[in-house]
């Protein structure tokens, strides 16, 4: 190229060009200037940071209310802390023998009273060929194996499910062409046997379940199942959710009660793989109604974010739903399609659906990444904690009682 | 033996020692369609925000960096107009980085006491604001100075202080229009000048 004077005045104007045209304007929920003016400084605890959190619970082991501790499955091993946070560290417990390196818990639930219950845990080898559940004795911090281990990779736990009092494990099995199946299987307690099939040969994984202690509901990607009271046989319906109540994918399923009635919620997204969409929608129906016409399902509003798992907390003394949500780009990831982090719906009014308010939460990283599930204590001692649990920025807490929410990460 | 025998005829012819010849007295006169282009890198000090509910509000930012490439031409002897592209990046307190990338357009005055020049200017654009992946573009300001000296009639080089006035506006609802803010930048800039 000839230099003429001209030469440094187009390159500049061309480069200028270039920067405008690779920039698309996403202005976001807040200004950007005001953003940086009210940001504070997250604190952080000792935990892994860039981790997966396949699930929480409590235990209270003088059953005073004064010895509570925390369970959370974080990274590779299950970590334990009190909640009081008289000790904000937490400790870690080494896994079962054969479940080291690369294992992982891949969940924690608890099954009974927060006192007298019992923690339950599924493990998957490094290798993923291994895979069982254990009893975690939340005094001695000692793993139980639970009936038999299963081998060859075949009925790999990804997830439990304590509802109404039982045990339920979605296993999954790499089928003879590739294609994994997916079950959902009835552990019988306390020894772990026998283990009857409820849900067999789903192609897509369980990712949800919810009670309203008599009746349970289960939910894979594509499908939800009904669990009633009235099957002896702990067998489930598939119920056909009409087009008006879901998106392409479920996210998730819970029951929660308005202030009048019981509830089923359920969350769906536009995305047909296993992870991600642009949009979402939320729709509830009755307890007790037939799920599969579309005049039990009341829908709000498509939402621009694909929604995934819900929880439920005592927030500022109004009971309210959470709801996760992924964070997706559209094209070449030029532009957010779902932006992440989650909603509250107050009351479980739809029309209520709102983003957590506060800088705190603009500030922290799991508002700009997929958010899966949550954990609310049951104690009244812990009211206004919600903890967020996400599938690689670990595990976050958030203190409601002051004039907005103050994240911690974990 | 013919190039000994030089030697001493060309001492006889020239006594000074070498040594470098400076520029003359006074700068050659600039004229219409000369041109400069300039090179700055230094410190962004961020100052205030506001324009806020609260009035004046400290940043929250810290010190960055900056970096801009910038283009003129005379129009006489004195004043110049031209235009610039620059960036520059600060860190909240999480460690998430705001950049701004300013194009302007800039006229400037240029006093000229020898062998220094202190150009006085102002510019004025389009800037771009990033933070996550949030993008804003704003109306941007900036007045400022800048002091060289002129190492030859071609080279100079100084120090650059510019005041960075971006307002930056919300109608609402999202994001609110109480999110409105004025911030207010300081550019310390080294600066590599060059006249053709």
């Given at each position: 190229m000839?230099f003429?004077?001209k ?5 500049l104007?061309?480069?200028?060009a270039a920067?405008?045209?690779?920039t698309a ?10 953003s940086?003016?009210r940001?504070?400084a997250?604190q952080?605890?000792?935990l892994p940071?860039?981790v997966?959190?396949n699930?929480m619970?409590?235990?209270?082991l003088s059953?005073t209310?004064d010895?509570?501790y925390?369970?959370?499955a974080v990274g590779?091993?299950?970590r334990?802390r ?9 400790a870690?417990i ?5 479940y080291?390196?690369g294992?992982?818990?891949?969940s924690?639930?608890r099954?009974g009273?927060?006192?007298?219950g019992?923690i339950?845990?599924s493990f998957?080898d490094?290798?993923?060929k ?11 911090r000692a793993?139980?194996?639970v ?8 009925r790999?736990i990804q997830?439990?499910?304590?509802v109404?009092?039982?045990?339920f494990?979605?296993?999954?099995t790499?089928?003879t062409?590739g294609t ?11 020894t772990g046997t026998?283990?009857s099939?409820?849900v067999t040969d ?6 949800g379940a ?5 009746n ?7 499908a ?5 009271s009235?099957?002896?046989d702990n ?6 959710i009409?087009s008006?109540?879901?998106e392409?994918?479920?996210g ?5 009660n ?15 793989n296993?992870?991600?969409?642009s949009t979402?929608r939320i729709?509830?129906?009755?307890v007790?109604?037939d799920l599969?016409l579309s005049?039990s399902?009341t ?7 694909a929604?995934?798992?819900f929880?439920?907390?005592n927030?500022?003394?109004v009971?309210?739903i959470?709801?996760g949500?992924y964070r ?6 030029s532009r957010?399609?779902?932006p ?5 719906i107050p ?8 983003r957590p308010?506060?800088n705190?939460?603009?500030?922290a ?10 954990f ?5 001692e812990f009211?206004?904690?919600?903890f967020v649990?996400t599938p690689g920025t670990g595990?976050?807490r958030g203190d409601?009682?002051g004039?907005e929410?103050?994240w911690?990460?974990? | 033996?013919a190039a000994?025998?030089?030697?001493p005829?060309?001492?006889?012819t020239?006594?000074e020692?070498?040594?470098f010849?400076?520029?003359?007295e006074?700068f050659?006169e600039?004229s219409?369609?000369?041109q ?6 230094g410190?962004?000090v961020?100052l205030f ?14 010190v960055?960096g ?15 107009l031209?235009m ?5 990046f600060m ?7 705001l950049f701004?990338?300013?194009i302007?357009g ?5 006093f ?5 020049e ?5 510019g ?10 949030q993008?804003k573009?704003?109306?941007?300001l ?10 030859n009639p ?14 930056q506006?919300y ?6 229009s ?5 911030g207010?930048?300081?550019?310390l800039?080294?600066?590599?000048l060059?006249h053709f």
């Amino acid at each position: 190229m000839r230099f003429t004077t001209k030469t440094p005045f187009r390159l500049l104007l061309l480069l200028s060009a270039a920067v405008v045209a690779m920039t698309a304007c996403d202005q976001g929920p807040v200004g950007i200037f005001a953003s940086i003016e009210r940001e504070v400084a997250i604190q952080e605890g000792n935990l892994p940071k860039k981790v997966a959190v396949n699930g929480m619970v409590e235990f209270d082991l003088s059953g005073t209310g004064d010895d509570v501790y925390y369970f959370a499955a974080v990274g590779g091993r299950v970590r334990f802390r009190r909640a009081d946070g008289t000790e904000s560290d937490w400790a870690t417990i080494a896994n079962p023998p054969g479940y080291d390196g690369g294992s992982r818990p891949t969940s924690i639930v608890r099954v009974g009273d927060i006192d007298s219950g019992t923690i339950y845990v599924s493990f998957i080898d490094s290798e993923g060929k291994r895979s069982g559940i254990f009893t975690l004795d939340p005094g001695t911090r000692a793993f139980a194996l639970v009936g038999t281990e299963s081998s060859g990779g075949e009925r790999l736990i990804q997830r439990l499910f304590a509802v109404s009092d039982e045990l339920f494990a979605a296993t999954v099995t790499p089928g003879t062409s590739g294609t994994p199946t997916h079950d959902l299987r009835h552990v019988a307690l306390p020894t772990g046997t026998p283990v009857s099939i409820v849900v067999t040969d789903q192609s897509e994984p369980f990712i949800g379940a919810a009670t309203d202690d008599t009746n349970n509901w289960f939910v894979t990607t594509k499908a939800l199942f009904e669990n009633l009271s009235a099957s002896p046989d702990n067998s489930a319906t598939e119920i056909s959710i009409p087009s008006e109540a879901r998106e392409t994918s479920l996210g998730g399923i819970a029951v929660f009660n308005d202030g009048v009635q019981d509830f089923v919620y359920l969350s769906s997204r536009s995305g047909s793989n296993v992870t991600g969409g642009s949009t979402g929608r939320i729709a509830r129906a009755p307890v007790g109604d037939d799920l599969s016409l579309s005049v039990s399902w009341t829908p709000i509003t498509q939402n621009d974010r694909a929604f995934t798992g819900f929880g439920a907390a005592n927030l500022n003394s109004v009971s309210t739903i959470l709801v996760g949500t992924y964070r997706t780009f559209a094209g070449s990831r030029s532009r957010v399609a779902s932006p992440g982090g989650f909603m509250e719906i107050p009351e479980g009014t739809l029309a209520g659906i709102r983003r957590p308010a506060g800088n705190s939460y603009v500030a922290a990283d799991f508002s700009k990444a997929s958010v899966f599930g949550f954990f609310a204590s049951g104690e009244p001692e812990f009211a206004d904690t919600v903890f967020v649990l996400t599938p690689g920025t670990g595990l976050w807490r958030g203190d409601y009682g002051g004039p907005e929410p103050v994240w911690v990460w974990e | 033996m013919a190039a000994v025998s030089s030697l001493p005829a060309f001492a006889q012819t020239n006594d000074e020692p070498d040594q470098f010849t400076p520029p003359s007295e006074g700068f050659t006169e600039y004229s219409l369609g000369d041109q400069m282009l300039s090179i700055n890198l230094g410190l962004m000090v961020p100052l205030f925000f506001n324009w806020g509910p609260d009035g004046f509000s400290r940043t929250n930012l810290s010190v960055g960096g900056i970096g801009s490439l910038q283009w003129g031409s005379f129009l006489n002897s004195r004043v110049a107009l031209g235009m610039e592209l620059g960036g520059t990046f600060m860190f909240t307190p999480n460690g998430r980085s705001l950049f701004m990338v300013p194009i302007t357009g800039k006229v400037s005055y240029f006093f000229r006491p020898y062998p220094f020049e202190i150009p006085i200017f102002l510019g004025a654009g389009l800037n771009i604001s990033r933070l996550d992946d949030q993008t804003k573009f704003d109306p941007i300001l900036k007045p400022g100075a800048s002091f060289y000296w002129a190492y030859n009639p071609e080279w100079s080089f100084g120090l650059n202080t510019v005041w960075w006035w971006v307002p930056q506006f919300y109608r609402g609802p999202e994001p609110p229009s109480g999110d409105t803010r004025v911030g207010n930048f300081l550019e310390l800039s080294l600066s590599a000048l060059y006249h053709f």
